[in-house]
């Protein structure tokens, strides 16, 4: 089946710096990818869709100048968080569908769990 | 836009039970809808899912139910094992577009005592 991947699995760093995070569509391509953000015992929260060569779609809320998103290839997205506080300490999966394939599934990445200090 | 709710929170059932969790959506335009399992710090897998075509389908001991009529839609999991235990989420996608998102229930947190 398609496989995605994210990169960190996980990052502790400091209050203030940035952290980005990359998802791949490891053997398929994705013109649109899904970011996420789970808190503990939670459900998946959308933060926004990703779209290949184009801006992102951000949900209600989550502020894109403070998570960043470049969908610069058909097979990398990637989410940037910005000034990063102990508040934005989550765990955070994208997922992506497999382009023109007629299929629905979206394949979830591992996550990243992000902690701030 | 779409709301999903999903019951219930929690469940445990004695090992070979069966399991139910029911979902409801409140978008008649919503046509797909899968059920993911996670297990604690994984991720979400795809286990079953269906669209509005259709009414029921079954995989193993895993099957899903769809009433487009009330808008609910329930997982069904038979002979239930200890490592059925995990959070399982529903999901409803709003619209035809394979590029829109998905929209979560809350998750049941399912515990199959042995």
């Known amino acids: 089946g398609a496989v995605v991947s994210q990169h960190p699995s996980w990052v502790i760093c400091k209050s203030g710096t940035s952290v980005k995070i990359e998802c791949r569509s490891l053997?398929?391509?994705?013109?649109?990818m899904f970011w996420y953000r789970q808190f503990p015992k939670q459900s998946l929260m959308l933060m926004a869709t990703?779209?290949?060569?184009?801006?992102?779609?951000?949900e209600q809320g989550v502020e894109k100048d403070k998570f960043l998103i470049n969908h610069a290839s058909l097979t990398l997205s990637t989410l940037t968080v910005t000034s990063a506080h102990p508040e934005d300490s989550s765990f955070y999966i994208c997922?992506?569908?497999?382009?023109?394939?007629?299929?629905?599934?979206?394949?979830f990445g591992p996550g990243t769990r992000l902690t701030v200090l | 836009g779409e709301n999903v709710e999903q019951h219930p929170s929690t469940l445990s059932v004695q090992e070979g039970d069966s399991a139910v969790i029911k979902c409801t959506y409140s978008d008649s335009a919503s046509n797909y809808f899968p059920w993911y399992k996670q297990e604690l710090g994984k991720r979400p897998q795809l286990i079953i899912d269906?669209?509005?075509?259709?009414g029921e389908k079954k995989d193993q001991r895993i099957a899903v139910t769809l009433n487009k009529t009330a808008k609910h839609f329930s997982l069904h999991i038979t002979e239930t094992q200890p490592e059925d235990s995990a959070v399982y989420f529903c999901?409803?996608?709003?619209?035809?577009?394979?590029?829109?998102?998905?929209?979560f229930g809350k998750g049941t947190r399912l515990s199959v005592i042995a």
């Open positions: 997922s992506a569908r497999e382009s023109g394939a007629g299929t629905d599934t979206q394949y």
């Open positions: 990703s779209n290949e060569g184009s801006k992102a779609t951000y």
């Open positions: 053997d398929f391509q994705a013109t649109t």
């Open positions: 999901a409803a996608r709003p619209g035809f577009s394979g590029n829109t998102p998905l929209v």
């Open positions: 269906i669209r509005s075509n259709v």
